[in-house]
């Protein structure tokens, strides 16, 4: 099967960059989406990215895609503790929509 | 805007037991979508419909389990008889139109234990 790959854990100071990344196989997606889970809370759509650009940005947001290796990040500049979360990497193919795993995201003072 | 309803918010109940959960989409939304996340599965897609039809039912995990779309305002997830294996967190989640070029909406989930 295909399957949407992100690593699961990732630990920032506050005030430092988080890249987040995100490995998909499906090549005729359309769009790439980066989601935000919050504790306790549905997923948040954060940020997306059609698949013939290259980069996004979004304030402190920044999605890059690379289509040839199929690999997505998002980096958020000056991290706060109120961006420790799950990020969930998304990828449309065709009828489906797939999820990575999600990585957890811990942002110490 | 109100966004996507679900309810109960918490369930908890004993094996055995009939357990329905219970949705309400963005107006306006033809897509609607149930997911189970769980901490060694991950997020997984159970079923969707389109314009109240069922399309795709491939990810419901057993016979004990069922969905409905009434209507374009309503649907239901029911899971009879519950195991305890069955307890995770229940989102649904509509989108408009096609699911390529629209991200889908969450609602904040039904947590569900299964004692």
């Known amino acids: 099967g295909e399957d949407v790959e992100q690593s699961l854990f990732l630990s920032v100071r506050e005030g430092d960059s988080s890249v987040i990344n995100c490995t998909y196989t499906d090549s005729s997606s359309t769009y790439l989406y980066w989601y935000k889970q919050e504790p306790g809370a549905g997923l948040q759509l954060l940020t997306y990215?059609?698949?013939?650009?290259d980069m996004k940005q979004d304030q402190r947001l920044t999605v890059l895609l690379n289509k040839k290796d199929k690999h997505l990040s998002l980096r958020i500049a000056d991290t706060q503790t109120g961006d420790s979360a799950i990020y969930f990497c998304a990828e449309n193919g065709g009828d489906d929509m797939r999820f990575g795993a999600g990585t957890r995201l811990t942002v110490k003072p | 805007d109100a966004g996507v309803i679900q309810s109960p918010r918490h369930e908890v109940t004993e094996m055995g037991q009939e357990v329905t959960l219970r949705c309400k989409p963005i107006s306006g939304h033809d897509y609607l979508f149930w997911y189970r996340q769980t901490m060694m599965r991950g997020l997984e897609l159970l079923i969707y419909f389109n314009n109240n039809v069922p399309i795709d039912d491939s990810g419901m995990p057993e016979d004990r389990f069922s969905a409905k779309m009434p209507n374009a305002s309503f649907s239901t997830l029911k899971i009879q008889p519950s195991e305890p294996r069955d307890s995770a967190v229940y989102f649904c989640?509509?989108?408009?139109?096609?699911?390529?070029?629209?991200?889908?909406?969450f609602g904040d989930g039904t947590r569900l234990s299964i004692l």
């Open positions: 989640a509509s989108s408009p139109r096609g699911i390529g070029n629209q991200p889908q909406h």
């Open positions: 990215i059609f698949s013939n650009m």
